[in-house]
């Protein structure tokens, strides 16, 4: 018996935290792995572990996890070999895609792509060939007013400033939860840690929340916030800002500020107020504590983007780090200098180029909103959606309306899935084509090093060895393109494994050949527990991507946007919202197959503030139904004084308990689908991105 320490990043939470996992080869067991903990000689998370990285080796042994392709014939799933399956693919999709064009071909991308290099890498080398306006993505249900509002004000969607966690006197948070995500557009691992560092040195964590959240519980102040409202508060803290003489210059160039300070005049903190619950002194006295502090950073997340005015949030979160001196400074919000920069080897992109065909939404970076996605299958007409890929995604769980989406996939004339498991969206497919692990796999960070509260790189070595039969997922999409290209006769460019890409990338970029890092993988190899680059530093001035390279603080679409937000009404005293809820040991919906990841009580119960509970006749535990315009629930309510009056919390990723899913542990304990709830009309106008915060609801008993 043989014991073998490996090092590599976690995968499955933007915290990338360093690991070391134990293997033990036997001749009877063959390699098995027998520990995995923190490494504490990681140069960027210091040991720092949470139980999502316990269960990869649940994930590794799964039974349900699929490893070979399997097709759908009736009800019942056969095995298939790869040529026969690529082969399938490619006359369906080529012969859909002649009979009705490129567009009845559409595409749906999981967030699971941005944990995988061989996803970022090569889906593209067979997507990119159908020539498709219908692409969709998990960006549209998360964070896509973030790299809209990067992408209008600094000329690049990933030119996204973070939080200088580490050096800040004074951090503001909305809609994040940091301790529960582990960071989100922010890599941050042992961030608890970190917060407590802020308050060592005689900062203050400020959390603004519709919940008393595990991040709100250990803050200097967390302020209620009614759902919808953050930028009805957001515009009140600016507004005084710019009233009582609080602003700083800049040292960038900068656009707009005066159309700014005209246009948001009428939305002082007393006018915000009603919309947002907060107090007008209360917002005003946050605005001077801003200011005042030594240096400070304004961090919005999900929570602010999933609402019907997230573009705004952000925008104004961009414009009080602006304001105040703050943006591109040490202490203040920064962007990374990463080895691999997507934002130097990309162009600015582009928006709004063209629209969906149904409801006419704005396309972002080639991508729809997928609040359209269902609209799309279910029209008819020229232009309908009639096959789809699925990568890495469940859409029925983590998209508005789910019930409708399940609807417009049993109509599909044909469905194939690059996915590991037969869960709630994939037992529509007719195809699966499953990849090795994520232990299988070599991975490089390309996408959350981008995000890092410090500039890092390693490379991650597969830890266990491709099984027999087994491809990567970008062999998958390699052999997906051959075999379209040769039905259809489109030329295929040569390409190169991922390693060998991000080699290039990594000599060609600041840390590479002319650099003293000279970054190669191979020089990553000497390095398992990864190598640290740096703190972040002032760099956004000469990165900006803009016309002119000036910092656009007033852009036309967002002030045009503000006609919308000034007809916003305060809420009835009476409406009850839903908003969502994050917890460390649930990122997406198959993290609910391991048991190390849901054992213990529950975790999916609706939370209700009591005096909500008491005014419905309600009590603690009961059954409820839970009612929106496109759907109703049935689960167990749990009275929390966590919880703002007016607002219930449930968790997305659950409702397991659909027929033909094959997840053992999932299904035996399914919980409720938030997204049975949410309303696909329920959107943020401007960037389409879904509003899954703030769904009016009603509760009663079952």
């Not at 009428?266 to 917002?283: D, G, K, R, T």
């Not at 304004?298 to 952000?314: D, N």
């Not at 087994?470 to 259809?488: S, Y």
């Not at 006609?563 to 994050?582: K, N, S, T």
Request: neutral net charge; aromatic residues 6%.
């Amino acid at each position: 018996m043989t014991k073998t320490l490996n090092h590599r990043a976690c995968h499955l939470c933007e915290a990338i935290c360093g690991l070391t996992i134990e293997t033990t080869a036997s001749d009877s067991a063959g390699l098995q792995i027998t520990s995995i903990k923190g490494d504490p000689l990681d140069s960027f998370s210091r040991g720092h572990i949470c139980p999502k990285a316990v269960a990869l080796q649940d994930i590794q042994n799964d039974p349900d996890r699929l490893r070979q392709p399997m097709q759908r014939v009736g009800n019942e799933w056969q095995a298939i070999g790869w040529d026969e399956a690529f082969a399938l693919v490619a006359e369906r999709l080529a012969t859909i895609q002649e009979r009705h064009g490129q567009n009845a071909v559409a595409v749906y991308q999981g967030n699971p792509s941005v944990h995988n290099y061989g996803l970022m890498t090569h889906s593209n080398y067979f997507l990119g060939l159908l020539k498709s306006r219908n692409r969709f993505s998990a960006t549209s249900v998360d964070q896509l007013p973030h790299h809209l509002t990067s992408h209008l004000m600094y000329g690049h969607g990933l030119l996204l400033p973070i939080p200088d966690i580490d050096h800040t006197d004074f951090m503001l948070i909305l809609g994040g939860n940091p301790l529960a995500s582990n960071g989100s557009i922010m890599t941050v691992p042992d961030v608890e840690k970190r917060l407590k560092a802020i308050q060592a040195r005689g900062g203050k964590v400020v959390v603004v929340d519709p919940r008393r959240s595990e991040t709100a519980a250990m803050a200097d102040q967390h302020i209620f916030v009614r759902p919808g409202g953050d930028a009805a508060l957001l515009f009140g803290v600016l507004n005084t800002l710019f009233s009582e003489g609080l602003s700083r210059d800049s040292h960038l160039p900068v656009d707009g500020l005066d159309q700014v300070r005209q246009a948001i005049a009428p939305f002082n903190a007393e006018a915000m107020s009603p919309l947002c619950a907060v107090p007008a002194e209360q917002i005003r006295q946050l605005a001077r504590d801003f200011a005042a502090a030594p240096t400070a950073v304004c961090y919005g997340r999900m929570g602010v983007s999933t609402q019907a005015f997230g573009t705004l949030c952000h925008w104004l979160v961009q414009l009080i780090n602006l304001v105040t001196g703050n943006l591109d400074r040490v202490g203040g919000a920064l962007c990374t200098e990463p080895a691999v920069d997507l934002v130097a080897s990309t162009s600015g992109g582009h928006f709004n180029l063209w629209q969906s065909r149904v409801s006419g939404r704005p396309e972002y970076a080639g991508e729809l909103p997928v609040s359209a996605l269902a609209e799309e299958m279910l029209t008819g007409g020229e232009g309908q959606i009639r096959a789809l890929i699925t990568v890495a995604g469940n859409p029925v769980l983590s998209t508005p309306n789910g019930r409708q989406l399940e609807q417009a996939l049993d109509g599909l004339e044909f469905m194939v899935s690059i996915d590991l498991y037969i869960n709630e969206t994939t037992r529509y497919a007719d195809l699966i084509l499953p990849s090795t692990s994520a232990l299988e796999n070599d991975h490089y960070d390309t996408t959350f090093n981008m995000f890092a509260v410090r500039n890092v790189s390693r490379f991650n070595r597969a830890i266990l060895p491709k099984p027999a039969g087994a491809l990567h997922d970008w062999e998958i999409f390699v052999g997906l393109a051959k075999a379209f290209a040769a039905r259809t006769g489109k030329e295929l460019k040569p390409t190169l494994p991922p390693a060998q890409m991000i080699d290039f990338a990594l000599r060609a970029g600041r840390y590479g050949d002319a650099s003293q890092y000279k970054l190669s993988v191979t020089r990553l190899f000497d390095h398992p527990h990864g190598v640290d680059l740096g703190p972040l530093k002032a760099n956004l001035g000469p990165r900006l991507k803009t016309a002119n390279q000036h910092v656009q603080a007033a852009p036309a679409a967002i002030l045009a946007d503000l006609q919308r937000f000034a007809a916003l009404q305060a809420p009835a005293a009476d409406e009850l919202v839903m908003i969502g809820r994050r917890h460390v040991r649930s990122n997406n919906s198959w993290m609910h197959n391991y048991h190390r990841l849901v054992k213990g009580k529950p975790r999916h119960q609706l939370l209700m503030h009591p005096d909500d509970l008491a005014q419905r006749g309600l009590s603690d535990g009961q059954r409820v139904r839970v009612s929106s315009r496109v759907g109703e629930i049935e689960v167990e309510v749990l009275g929390s004084l966590e919880m703002m009056r007016g607002v219930v919390s449930l968790p997305h990723g659950w409702g397991h308990a659909r027929p033909g899913v094959q997840m053992g542990i999932a299904t035996a304990q399914p919980g409720a689908s938030a997204n049975d709830l949410t309303d696909e009309r329920q959107l943020d106008e401007l960037s389409g991105n879904a509003a899954l915060n703030g769904v009016p609801v009603t509760v009663a008993a079952a």
